[in-house]
């Protein structure tokens, strides 16, 4: 028999997006020193009594949350309108349990009140009645008063980053609409880059695993943006980055959680080739049916693996088929994160011959 966690270790992964990542040294710099906190507010989550794997997700998205480089929280791209609108959702392994939040303004991270609402549905009701899994827009900031988060007014969430991205933007947008003809082409890609929600993954002393994710759409809806299961099936944590609407379309997080579960009594699982077949087949073909000429996702995931000695050891993978991927990892052994700006190389680039895979994919390990 198999022990989950024999020595007490913890480890956490974050991502700060899937995407376009500048190349300067001062932006990279800026996004890795951001997950690296990420990770260390975790870590030091985790040391707390009573801190499980819920918390050190909670902890270490809060902290992305903060930053300006984070396209989440303060850091959010703006709506149309130009306010900050936040989506996130956490998921507790162990149970199964789910928490989102939608549409929320004035909320200053996102991610606790997704925390707080899975903790709300735990609690019984007097009245038989079944707890929310999510709630949104000022139903949400409601709760988030009762239950004493810290609300803000929703301009003090505007970064001066973004203002200056939605006024680009907005200009773009009414030079298209004004003029006659075909559509403008996209805004060129500059320092502020373009990268998609925030997530994490963890895995605490008692060997269970949590997952969150925060800002776009798909944070909010079940089974999208993030996924954590451990049962004989399936054990897995799982955080996704993208563009949101194709994400909701194909349940992205639970769709790679099913075809990860053994099946017919083979224990051995080819997480490469799954991550690669299901990106393919289940997101990526069928987004570019619709006529979309590049379905964007990221996946950081963290699966469980056994060892010849009986032990179980973590592995973090990393999968997108965008440009780059921001992520960081850290673990009670090393304590030091590493944060990296994974970047497909020139040949797998998203534009691609019909030979060429869409998928760039990663392992990397917690270990040495």
Not at 65 to 86: H, I, P, Q, R
Not at 108 to 118: C, E, Q, S, V, W
Not at 178 to 203: C, E, H, I, R
């Amino acid at each position: 028999m198999t022990s989950e966690s024999p020595s007490h270790k913890v480890y956490v992964a974050v991502h700060g997006g899937a995407g376009q990542h500048n190349r300067t040294s001062e932006y990279s710099d800026r996004i890795k020193s951001a997950m690296k906190r990420a990770c260390t507010e975790a870590l030091h989550a985790a040391s707390r009594p009573g801190a499980d794997a819920l918390s050190m997700v909670e902890h270490a998205i809060a902290t992305l949350e903060d930053e300006e480089s984070m396209n989440a929280g303060y850091g959010s791209n703006l709506t149309f309108d130009g306010t900050v609108e936040c989506d996130a959702a956490i998921m507790d392994g162990k149970r199964g349990d789910f928490g989102s939040a939608g549409a929320v303004t004035g909320v200053k991270n996102p991610i606790k009140l997704a925390a707080a609402i899975l903790g709300h549905s735990r609690e019984p009701d007097r009245l038989g009645r079944i707890r929310p899994l999510t709630l949104v827009a000022a139903g949400a900031r409601s709760f988030a008063q009762s239950r004493s988060l810290e609300t803000v007014l929703p301009d003090t969430m505007v970064s001066p980053r973004a203002r200056e991205d939605w006024r680009r933007w907005m200009a773009r947008y009414d030079e298209a609409n004004a003029a006659p003809g075909p559509a403008v082409s996209a805004l060129p890609q500059d320092a502020s880059a373009m990268q998609d929600t925030v997530g994490a993954v963890a895995w605490d002393s008692d060997g269970n695993l949590a997952a969150g994710v925060s800002r776009e759409p798909q944070a909010a809806t079940y089974g999208a943006g993030c996924w954590a299961e451990q049962s004989p099936d399936g054990q897995t944590g799982m955080a996704i980055s993208g563009a949101g609407e194709h994400i909701m379309r194909t349940s992205l997080a639970r769709t790679i959680a099913d075809v990860l579960r053994p099946s017919g009594g083979d224990t051995d699982v080819d997480v490469h080739d799954i991550l690669t077949r299901t990106l393919v087949e289940q997101f990526h073909s069928p987004t570019q049916a619709r006529d979309e000429a590049h379905p964007n996702a990221g996946v950081l995931l963290m699966t469980k693996e056994g060892r010849d000695d009986g032990s179980i050891i973590p592995r973090l993978w990393c999968a997108f088929t965008t440009e780059s991927m921001a992520i960081a990892y850290g673990s009670s052994d090393n304590p030091a994160p590493k944060a990296k700006i994974l970047r497909r190389p020139k040949a797998a680039r998203t534009t691609l011959p019909t030979h060429a895979s869409p998928v760039y994919i990663t392992a990397l390990p917690f270990h040495g």
